[in-house]
């Protein structure tokens, strides 16, 4: 069985950081490519950031500069680190692990940024 929890969505003031994780199991984590897409009200989801199995990395342009995607290979646990947060990075934010076979999506988690 599959499972995604993710954590640390929550509200933060501009200029802030967050720091999203995603523990996974029921996968084989460490042939996995992890990212991270976001979704606002109205709007198709979008990719933020994604990282292969080998531990390149690709990001929105959005993203470059502010945020940084890792993975612990040892803890199936994929994470995104989140500076400079601007009110446009408010969404949810949603886990995703793809192998050559089958994609899994977490739940999401909101961030909000907002004074």
């Known amino acids: 069985q599959v499972q995604f929890v993710e954590s640390g969505g929550g509200l933060v003031q501009p200029g802030g950081s967050l720091r999203l994780s995603c523990a996974t199991s029921?996968?084989?984590?460490?042939?996995?490519?992890l990212g991270w897409y976001r979704q606002t009200p109205g709007k198709q989801r979008e990719l933020v950031a994604f990282?292969?199995?080998?531990?390149?990395?690709t990001y929105a342009n959005s993203a470059k500069g502010r945020f940084t995607i890792s993975r612990d290979n040892a803890k199936n646990t994929a994470n995104l680190q989140m500076n400079s947060l601007k009110a446009e990075d408010t969404a949810v934010y949603y886990c995703?692990?793809?192998?050559?076979?089958?994609?899994?999506w977490g739940q999401g988690t909101q961030v909000t940024v907002s004074s």
């Open positions: 029921g996968i084989i984590f460490s042939r996995c490519r």
């Open positions: 990282i292969e199995s080998g531990g390149s990395t």
């Open positions: 995703y692990a793809a192998t050559s076979i089958n994609s899994y």
